[in-house]
């Protein structure tokens, strides 16, 4: 039987996209800024999809005032899809070069992704390879997620493992209806790369961001029920400095910001 800690995950209500982006960023500002004094190299774990656009938004504007530098920041995302190139526009390595990469000339040496063109057989080598890149940065400070409508964070779809580390996964049938209008006329991938909730929750904070009714069954679930495989968010409970940043939407009815 798993418990939660009384503490966390911690409920951070805001007004919008807008506001969260601004919490987000100044943490990373403080983060970056006591990285540089203790001479090392912040690491950030980045996610994809339409909750963390803000973000991406408001950290280009900050670099480029002036206000923020990310000169040395590492970057590891959490996921892929399985069978796209970087090269190939409905990828999230292509989705991050546009977002975030090209605007601020992310240097690829500093920043990582799973390849999704890896054959099978080679896959559980760069599954590895990948857990091996990030403890050789020193772990991840603060790592970003979104969480999908059944509860699954980064590609860890529901019946994923507190233990689970980076690997290859099948989509639930939620997820691949989600990413449809982006693959139309083609079918979504069936399967993909993640961290797993392992390396996850191995990050130093953990900012889970929501926005929607859409996303209130799920956090819901994430925020009281009991732990377990049916909501990998779920498991965030466990972590000693998660927090869930909502709307009003998702969080539901009594929420004040
Ligand atoms: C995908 C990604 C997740 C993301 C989720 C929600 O499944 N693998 O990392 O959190 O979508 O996406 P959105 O933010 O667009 O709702």
Redesign the pocket.
């Given at each position: 039987m798993l418990h939660r800690q009384s503490a966390s995950p911690r409920v951070v209500l805001v007004q919008d996209p807008a506001a969260a982006a601004r919490l987000v960023v100044d943490e990373i500002a403080d983060l970056c800024a006591r990285c540089r004094a203790e001479g090392r190299a912040p690491v950030l774990g980045l996610?994809?999809?339409?909750?963390?656009v803000a973000i991406y938004g408001e950290l280009i504007r900050r670099v480029r005032e002036g206000g923020l530098d990310l000169g040395h920041a590492v970057a590891f995302n959490?996921?892929e899809y399985e069978g796209l190139s970087s090269s190939d526009p409905r990828s999230f390595a292509a989705w991050m070069e546009r977002v975030l990469f090209d605007p601020l000339e992310w240097p690829r040496s500093r920043r990582h992704i799973p390849d999704g063109t890896v054959r099978p057989a080679d896959q559980g080598a760069q599954c590895a390879a990948y857990e091996a890149a990030i403890r050789a940065a020193g772990g991840i400070d603060l790592q970003l997620?979104?969480?999908?409508r059944n509860g699954?964070?980064?590609?860890n779809e529901p019946g994923s493992d507190l233990h689970s580390r980076t690997r290859c996964v099948e989509l639930d049938r939620s997820?691949r209806e989600?990413?449809a209008a982006d693959f139309f006329p083609e079918d979504p991938p069936r399967r993909a790369i993640t961290m797993g909730i392992a390396t996850i929750c191995e990050a130093r904070r953990v900012r889970l961001l929501a926005f929607g009714a859409h996303k209130r069954a799920a956090i819901q679930r994430a925020l009281s029920g009991p732990l377990g495989e049916d909501c990998p968010a779920s498991f965030l409970a466990l972590h000693p400095d998660a927090r869930f940043l909502l709307d009003g939407a998702a969080h539901g009815p009594g929420a004040q910001s």
């Amino acid at each position: 039987m798993l418990h939660r800690q009384s503490a966390s995950p911690r409920v951070v209500l805001v007004q919008d996209p807008a506001a969260a982006a601004r919490l987000v960023v100044d943490e990373i500002a403080d983060l970056c800024a006591r990285c540089r004094a203790e001479g090392r190299a912040p690491v950030l774990g980045l996610s994809t999809g339409r909750t963390p656009v803000a973000i991406y938004g408001e950290l280009i504007r900050r670099v480029r005032e002036g206000g923020l530098d990310l000169g040395h920041a590492v970057a590891f995302n959490l996921d892929e899809y399985e069978g796209l190139s970087s090269s190939d526009p409905r990828s999230f390595a292509a989705w991050m070069e546009r977002v975030l990469f090209d605007p601020l000339e992310w240097p690829r040496s500093r920043r990582h992704i799973p390849d999704g063109t890896v054959r099978p057989a080679d896959q559980g080598a760069q599954c590895a390879a990948y857990e091996a890149a990030i403890r050789a940065a020193g772990g991840i400070d603060l790592q970003l997620l979104g969480i999908g409508r059944n509860g699954h964070i980064g590609f860890n779809e529901p019946g994923s493992d507190l233990h689970s580390r980076t690997r290859c996964v099948e989509l639930d049938r939620s997820t691949r209806e989600d990413a449809a209008a982006d693959f139309f006329p083609e079918d979504p991938p069936r399967r993909a790369i993640t961290m797993g909730i392992a390396t996850i929750c191995e990050a130093r904070r953990v900012r889970l961001l929501a926005f929607g009714a859409h996303k209130r069954a799920a956090i819901q679930r994430a925020l009281s029920g009991p732990l377990g495989e049916d909501c990998p968010a779920s498991f965030l409970a466990l972590h000693p400095d998660a927090r869930f940043l909502l709307d009003g939407a998702a969080h539901g009815p009594g929420a004040q910001s």
